[in-house]
Nanobody, 126 residues
């Protein structure tokens, strides 16, 4: 599986962005997917996760009600819709997938994931 993240940019506080994570591989719809973010000098932080069938979503508390993770299996793409953005959301955002389809692990732990996209920068100005 290869992951390609895109959609980052510069936005004012209160604005919106939609990140995309495009994947290669025919079985991608069977993989859980996570979004993480990282700022310089800090550990990579869990943001959101989606189960392989899309039936369950998980979010870190700071983005609940503002971010939505979803997937389009026909396009082999997972999205992270980010609304009401805040300066503290500024980070490099990464999408990630575990080592196998239907993999069950701690969705919030970066160690669960094996495949990582290259990251896309999100900058929110105040």
């Amino acid at each position: 599986v290869q992951l390609q993240a895109s959609g980052g940019g510069l936005v004012q506080a209160g604005g919106s962005l939609r990140l995309s994570c495009a994947a290669s591989g025919r079985a991608f719809s069977s993989y859980p997917v996570g979004w993480f973010r990282q700022v310089p000098g800090k550990e990579r932080e869990f943001v959101a996760a989606l189960t392989n069938n899309g039936g369950s979503t998980r979010y870190t508390d700071s983005v609940k009600g503002r971010f939505t993770i979803s997937r389009d299996n026909a396009k082999n793409t997972v999205y992270l819709q980010m609304n009401s953005l805040k300066p503290e959301d500024t980070a490099v955002y990464y999408c990630a997938a575990p080592p196998a389809p239907y993999y069950s692990g701690l969705y919030y732990a970066s160690g669960t994931y094996y495949y990582w996209g290259q990251g896309t920068q999100v900058t929110v100005s105040s």
